[in-house]
């Protein structure tokens, strides 16, 4: 009797979930311009993705975008929160702080950035040009437009991640803690021998999950750049939209879109893996 109370999740799965993934499968497989009948079309957008050099920029930039990411974030969220569990004055607002932009819309955190940072007339980076010191909108600059609206969702992003870790930092137990500080240790044998192994799982969770949100990353590219100068910022996701509602490819659309997914599959896998040892252990 308990099992019915699974019918509505299993419901509404396979509406939201499983009809659109079949169905994004199917068309991969099919020439549609989501006007026209769809026609039974094999591998060959496939071919035409991999003889794409766009499509490679792409994936070349997920890449690079998920590197960042496994990176810059991570290391900037750990810092933070060991700062706010060794200096507990003022740790509830300092959580406050770092996580406010996350809260934020995507859309206006973009456009505060778009207009009063980057922005060679209004913002920041105009100021300082005006002073003699002139730095060119990362994303007019195709060498390092990929970097520019990274930053602008590294901004946003670092602080869920902080406030993440902070709580995985604050179930370390204390005993472990007090006996390293009587015993001498400094910040980074304090963070190497105890901190850091004692939330090895979280930051092992968040690694994966970081690695499937990289992929999925859409918003901030599709808000700033489109994925120009050039393709410069081109990711799959953006070239999955271009190719569905600008060039009415669908096909070629949801086999980028399979390509998406790959990545996310081998994500999942690793952590349904590794959450099934640490429940054996």
């Known amino acids: ?85 060794i200096v507990r004055r003022g740790s509830n607002f300092f959580q406050v702080v770092y996580f406010l932009p996350v809260v934020i819309a995507t859309a206006i955190t973009a456009r505060i950035w778009q207009g009063m940072i980057y922005s060679p007339v209004t913002g ?20 390092i437009a990929l970097f520019g609206v990274a930053t602008v969702d590294l901004w946003h992003w670092w602080g869920f991640l902080c406030v993440i870790f902070f709580a995985a930092l604050r179930q370390v137990p204390q005993e472990q803690i007090e006996a390293a500080r009587i015993e001498g240790a400094t910040y980074f044998q304090m963070m190497r021998y105890v901190l850091l192994p004692g939330i090895r799982p979280t930051i092992t969770l968040m690694m994966i999950m970081t690695v499937i949100w990289s992929f999925l ?38 086999a980028a879109a399979l390509v998406i997914s790959l990545f996310g599959l081998v994500g999942t896998f690793f952590y349904v893996r590794i959450q099934t040892r640490e429940g054996e252990q």
């Open 124 to 143: 920041v980076f105009g100021l300082l040009k005006k002073y003699g010191l002139p730095i060119p909108n990362p994303l007019t600059q195709p060498p």
């Open 1 to 85: 009797m308990h099992r019915l109370y699974l019918v509505p999740t299993m419901i509404i799965n396979i509406i939201i979930v499983l009809v659109p993934a079949l169905l994004t499968v199917a068309l991969a497989f099919c020439n549609w311009d989501g006007i026209s009948p769809p026609t039974f079309a094999g591998l060959d957008n496939f071919r035409a993705l991999a003889d794409d050099r766009v499509f490679w920029l792409a994936l070349g930039n997920n890449i690079i975008w998920t590197i960042v990411f496994l990176t810059v974030p991570i290391l900037m969220g750990l810092l933070a929160a060991s700062m706010l569990l």
């Open 217 to 254: 990353a859409f918003d901030f590219v599709y808000i700033l750049t489109q994925g120009g100068p050039a393709f410069s910022s081109e990711l799959l996701s953006t070239l999955a939209y271009r190719k569905a509602f600008y060039d009415l490819n669908v096909g070629q659309a949801a």
